[in-house]
């Protein structure tokens, strides 16, 4: 799938997480990655770090590991 | 109007409305009754059985007294009081027949009478007329008026004796396409006045004139029922007991002989319909009294709106095409399914098991929609199951699931009655859900207070008799800032109900949340310039709500289609968990839904990361249940939403939908993506009642059953479980479950599995309650029973929960949720100056496939963009020119029209015709969390133009070769 859109899914996410209370906001990202992106679509989003890591959320970056 | 047929359970005329009170008994007529304080007399008497002769009263209106038919006599009392506005007393002794009262009665009846035109024989009311009924009730054998010399002044003949025209004589008005009014029988009993005003609150009817001259009128003078502020709910034809008010269908069709309880398949406020008939012609529809969700009342579209039905642009035999530049060819069942089948294993087998998947339809039954996602789950085996809910109230889902613990609603309809703030935010109920408005409006004129948070001044903001208290007129897309700031004014102001959130939710989520909301930034003063909102307006409305009682919030797609639509749900969570304000009557948060069945697709499974009852594929358990009950594996993994679904298309990695009864190329955003996304399928099932746009690029199409056509259930926005009752048989040969379970078969069959062999839907439910804990005692028979219930309904609820969360959230602990604005990306800038926002209107419903082809398109022929008269001007933009509309999404145009309902810089219009295709306007940014489509904020830029855009022509072009059905080979 078209690497901005997904990336640009994937930061809003990231977006609503960093607001939140507590320290697990990576966890929190990845979890709700997990929960409704098709494993496709985040095997995609992992692909899209080797070339477009610095378009990522930051939060995102460190949820990929975990998805 | 009486009820002449045998009715489903008792919905008899009782004369006046029920009270609440304390136990009072009398006698009638040597009886004992025992009925609440402030009954009338007539009431009482007809609980004993008694039926006192009236005309000007009805059971859904309040007592008039201006006929004097219904006189009785009280022991003790002089005279003879009218029963219908003699409220009981203890120990009171009535008697409703003497010689007396006899005499009275033919008196009126004679008077009446005498102005009255005797030709009941071909009267369309003939059979079904209150005042021929109450003439054979008292008696009436003649009538004793001597006529004058020069003979009897009516108001109903045309001309005099001398053949001079009767100044008295009013032509009847057929300016209404559903029903007529014909002054001439009007017996100026005042009901359809009453029934305007209480039932409907349009206050479109008046009695002009006085005595003998008084006349019904609609609107003001030269005014006829079009023109007039009538919004042809019906509710007048309904009260006037004569052949004044009739439906056109009546006067066509006859009187109709047999009748079948069943539910609206429009809205999401789900309306319980009396279907009457004369064998399997559909003479109209009628508001049933007994349905729990209006009372006895609908609007135009359940009442009037179902010609569809039979328009000759249905499909009724199933097609296929190689190609989609083919033109359709008319085959058997068996070949179309057989054709489908063999596709959509060739694709599995090329492309993988998740390569296909289905779109189910909140238009479509509870049954329908859950045999559909069994379709992807148990026999494409995967979970690619989306339904259209995901472009509207998916927001609702998530948000209302993470504070709350389940998705739904609060109330129950009635519960509007008891509140006493009402909050609407993002919604426009008089044209959205209007019998719910019309319930609403009842309650604001008994002293409710209202605050609308729309960008647009709604009907609601100010209307006959109703006006809101505030209207806080934000920016779209600010949402979220608005809903925060009434949070910061309710803590910072201690407005907060401090017990309630010690007992009913997390303390510790709330103090994170307290002290973010109570951060300046938060405050309406600094949001003020982001929002438009004026600081002190909002303040008040938060106080307003926090401390003017019971407060509710209604919301609808103005609060879930933005990119951040599940934070304002949370948002909105949070001011009722704040305010204390959830798990009584009166109060709640209350999702709109736009259609009939949203609510029930989502309960149903529909949603890709869940399966039936809101439980995630991931849990093991939930999974055991159901491969037990199905006989497969189940994915443990979310399968693709339907803009997922299309950009996996456009990527080459998604190949094959089955769609049911939905038509995502008109109505998700983006057309041109849509378009490239189907275009990129290799075979496209449309399941549905008519060619649709999706169609246009489908290579089968399944022809679709209506609502008239089969059983099932609706489960509306108070998550009312309605049954839907076959009516008629279905013109296309089979109902949509059945259509679904013949397409399962197909593949099933090819792979020697094991065949789905549902009989009924009754069949079809019971697999529903047995794997689905909220279902658990859902069965038809109790349905039968009960006339509907609502979720949950199971051990802990026998008989369903019309109020949720009253003990406790369902999750346990309320959670207060941090909400902070995030600007959408979709940004107004020196090309793209203006906001569109979007909404729909009354009489059209959603993509208009079913009221464009009804008489209801007198009220919107077309699409119109709504301008501020201050943005028209600087583009020399005038009434009804045509402008093109531009997005950095693409392009269309429509006529203008100049009103200041909008704010400078925001427009607005409707997406009811193809045509238009508002929606290549729109872009694909969505929600965070649900991918539901920012369809409410697009930048925009308007400019004059000479006519429809190359995209619309090209597309009509399009369009009408995708059309093209082969003639059947003989
Ligand atoms: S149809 Fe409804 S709105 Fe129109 S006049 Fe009758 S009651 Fe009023
Ligand atoms: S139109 Fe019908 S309901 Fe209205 S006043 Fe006349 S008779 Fe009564
Ligand atoms: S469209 Fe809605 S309000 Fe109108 S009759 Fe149908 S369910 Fe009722
Ligand atoms: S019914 Fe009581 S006065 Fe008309």
Redesign the pocket.
């Known amino acids: 799938m078209s690497h901005d859109k997904l990336i640009r899914m994937a930061n809003q996410i990231a977006t609503f997480f960093r607001s939140q209370p507590g320290s697990d906001q990576v966890e929190k990202v990845a979890a709700h990655l997990k929960d409704y992106w098709a494993p496709e679509m985040r095997a995609d989003l992992k692909a899209q770090a080797a070339d477009h890591a610095q378009e990522m959320d930051d939060l995102v970056r460190r949820a990929l590991p975990l998805i | 109007m009486k009820d002449f047929i045998i009715p489903w359970g008792d919905d008899r005329d009782m004369g006046t409305p029920a009270k609440e009170g304390a136990p009072v008994t009398l006698e009638i007529d040597g009886f004992s009754v025992t009925v609440p304080e402030g009954t009338s007399v007539m009431r009482a008497a007809a609980i004993a059985g008694l039926q006192i002769p009236k005309l000007c009263a009805s059971d859904n209106l309040e007592a008039f007294g201006s006929c004097r038919l219904c006189v009785v006599e009280i022991e003790g009392r002089r005279g003879t009081p009218a029963s219908c506005t003699t409220p009981v007393a203890p120990g009171m002794v009535v008697r409703t027949q003497s010689e007396q009262v006899q005499r009275i009665r033919k008196g009126v009846m004679e008077l009446y009478i005498s102005d009255h035109p005797l030709d009941c024989l071909t009267c369309s009311a003939n059979g079904d007329c209150e005042l021929q009924d109450m003439a054979g009730v008292v008696g009436l054998r003649d009538q004793r008026f001597e006529a004058p010399e020069g003979g009897m002044r009516t108001h109903f003949a045309r001309r005099d004796t001398s053949g001079e025209a009767n100044p008295e004589y009013i032509p009847k008005d057929d300016s209404n396409p559903y029903f007529t009014y014909d002054p001439a029988k009007c017996i100026v009993c005042n009901r359809c006045v009453r029934a305007c005003e209480e039932v409907q609150g349009t206050f479109a009817l008046t009695i002009q004139g006085r005595g003998f001259e008084s006349r019904v009128s609609a609107g003001g003078v030269g005014d006829d029922f079009l023109s007039s502020d009538c919004v042809s709910c019906g509710a007048c034809v309904q009260a006037c007991p004569t052949a004044t008010l009739q439906e056109k269908s009546v006067i066509e069709l006859g009187t109709p002989t047999r009748s079948v309880i069943t539910t ?1 398949a ?2 999401g ?3 319980s319909f009396k279907a009457e008939l004369n064998g399997d012609q559909l003479v109209r529809m009628v508001p049933y009294k007994n349905g729990a969700a ?1 009372r006895g009342h ?2 135009v ?3 009037f709106a179902y010609g569809y039905a039979t328009h000759s642009d249905r499909i009724l035999k199933p097609m296929i095409r190689e190609r989609i530049d083919q033109p359709w060819r008319e085959v058997s069942w068996d070949e179309a399914l057989g054709f489908a089948a063999d596709k959509l294993r060739g694709i599995q087998a090329k492309y993988g098991r998740k390569s296909v998947g289905v779109i189910t339809s909140s238009r479509c039954t509870n049954e329908e929609t859950y045999l559909v996602q069994k379709l992807a789950r148990a026999v494409f085996l995967n979970n690619n199951t989306d339904t259209c809910a995901r472009v509207c109230h998916s927001p609702t889902g998530y948000g209302l699931g993470q504070t709350f613990g389940t998705s739904a609603g609060t109330q129950n309809f009635d519960s509007v009655g008891k509140a006493d703030v009402v909050v609407v935010i993002g919604a426009n109920p008089t044209d959205g ?4 408005a019309s319930r609403l409006k009842k309650r604001l004129r008994a002293g409710a207070k209202l605050i609308v948070i729309d960008p647009r001044r709604i009907d609601l903001v100010k209307s006959a008799h109703v006006e809101a208290a505030h209207h806080l007129a934000l920016r779209p897309g600010t949402n979220v800032a608005v809903v925060t700031a009434m949070a910061h004014v309710i803590v910072t102001e201690g407005l907060y109900d401090e017990g309630f959130i010690r007992e009913r939710c997390d303390w510790d989520e709330f103090a994170e949340y307290a002290e973010f909301v109570s951060d300046a930034r938060h405050s309406p003063e600094a949001t003020e310039m982001l929002t438009g909102v004026p600081a002190e307006e909002l303040r008040a409305a938060a106080r307003l709500y926090a401390t003017g009682g019971n407060g509710a919030i209604y919301y609808g797609l103005g609060v879930t289609e933005h990119s951040q639509g599940s934070t304002t749900v949370m948002g909105i969570a949070n001011l009722a968990m704040l305010t204390g304000n959830i798990g009584r009557d009166g109060v709640g948060v209350n999702p709109l839904r736009g259609q ?1 069945n949203v609510q029930g697709s989502c309960d149903m499974g529909s949603f890709p990361h869940e399966l039936p009852g809101y439980r995630h594929v991931k849990g093991a358990e939930v999974r055991a249940i159901f491969e037990a009950a199905w006989g497969v594996e189940i994915d443990a993994e979310p399968g693709l939403r339907i803009p997922n679904m299309l950009d996996a298309a456009v990527s080459g990695r998604f190949k094959g939908l089955y769609c049911q009864g939905e038509d995502i190329l008109q109505s998700d955003p983006d057309t041109r993506h849509v378009a490239a996304g189907l275009a990129a399928m290799d075979c496209v099932i449309v399941h549905d009642l008519f060619l649709n746009e999706t169609a246009n690029y489908a290579h089968v199409f399944l022809p679709g059953s209506t609502f008239l056509e089969k059983d099932g259930t609706f489960t509306n926005a108070e998550r009312r479980i309605n049954r839907v009752r076959k009516v008629m048989a279905p013109r296309n040969g089979y109902a949509d479950w059945e259509i679904t379970q013949m397409l399962a078969n197909a593949i099933l069959a090819a792979e020697d599995r094991p065949l789905w062999h549902y009989t009924h839907p009754a069949r079809i439910m019971e697999e529903i309650a047995a794997t689905t804990p909220g279902f658990a005692h859902v069965d038809y028979a109790m349905l039968e029973e009960k006339g509907s219930v609502q979720w949950p309904c199971n051990d802990a609820n026998p008989e369903g929960s019309p109020i949720m969360h009253v003990e406790g959230f369902v999750r346990g602990k309320g959670r207060f949720i941090v909400t902070e604005y995030v600007a959408t990306e979709e940004r107004t800038g020196p090309r793209f100056p203006l906001l569109l926002t979007t909404g729909r209107i009354l009489s059209q419903y959603n993509v208009g496939a079913q009221t464009r082809r009804t008489p209801n398109t007198v009220w919107h022929t077309e699409d119109v963009l709504e301008i501020h008269p201050h943005d028209a001007e600087v583009r020399g933009v005038k009434e009804g020119d045509w402008v093109k509309l531009a997005s950095r999404s693409g392009e269309t145009a429509m006529r203008a029209h100049l009103t200041d309902r909008v704010s400078p810089g925001v427009v607005y219009t409707t997406f009811h015709h193809p045509t238009t295709q508002a929606n290549v306007i729109t872009t694909d940014y969505s929600d965070w969390a649900t991918n539901c489509p920012e369809y409410k904020v697009t930048a925009v830029q308007v400019g004059l133009s000479n006519g429809p855009t190359e995209w619309q022509e090209e597309y009509d072009a399009l369009a009408e070769r995708a059309r093209r059905i082969l003639p059947a080979a003989e």
């Not at chain 2, 859900?433 to 719910?436: D, I, L, Q």
């Open positions: 609206c429009y809205c406020v789900g309306c209006n609908s609007c579209k359940g009442r859900h209007p019998v719910f009939n």
